[in-house]
Nanobody, 126 residues
Framework: QVQLVESGGGMVQAGGSLRLSCVVS????????MGWFRQAPGKEREFVAA????????YYADSVKGRFTISRDNVKKTMYLQMSSLKPEDTAVYYC???????????????????WGQGTQVTVSS
């Protein structure tokens, strides 16, 4: 059974940094794309960043470009999201997602990912 577990969320002041982690278990192959999404209160879940299986292709939402960095370590079966210059509007529950019918490719749409984590709260105060 595939499981994704996020960690690293918390409360930080505007301008601060956090690093989220997403550990994948129960998956023998690492040839799948992964992504980060977030959902703020009263809003729909939105795309943040995605990475191909080998890190060769990466996408970011315009709202986080230049501030967030997605990466993955397939040996550790872990994906990361380094968040810097955080803003109050980054406050949300952050979810990691993995695997899709498209295999190794990163996706920017949430309804095509097979597996999801439980989410980790990120709160940025002004």
């Amino acid at each position: 059974q595939v499981q994704l577990v996020e960690s690293g969320g918390g409360m930080v002041q505007a301008g601060g940094s956090l690093r989220l982690s997403c550990v994948v278990s129960g998956r023998t192959s690492d040839k799948y794309g992964m992504g980060w999404f977030r959902q703020a209160p009263g809003k729909e879940r939105e795309f943040v960043a995605a990475i191909s299986w080998n890190g060769g292709t990466i996408y970011y939402a315009d709202s986080v470009k230049g501030r967030f960095t997605i990466s993955r370590d397939n040996v550790k079966k872990t994906m990361y999201l380094q968040m810097s210059s955080l803003k109050p509007e980054d406050t949300a529950v952050y979810y990691c997602a993995a695997d899709s019918p498209y295999g190794p490719y990163p996706l920017q749409t949430d309804n095509e990912y097979y597996y999801w984590g439980q989410g980790t709260q990120v709160t940025v105060s002004s």
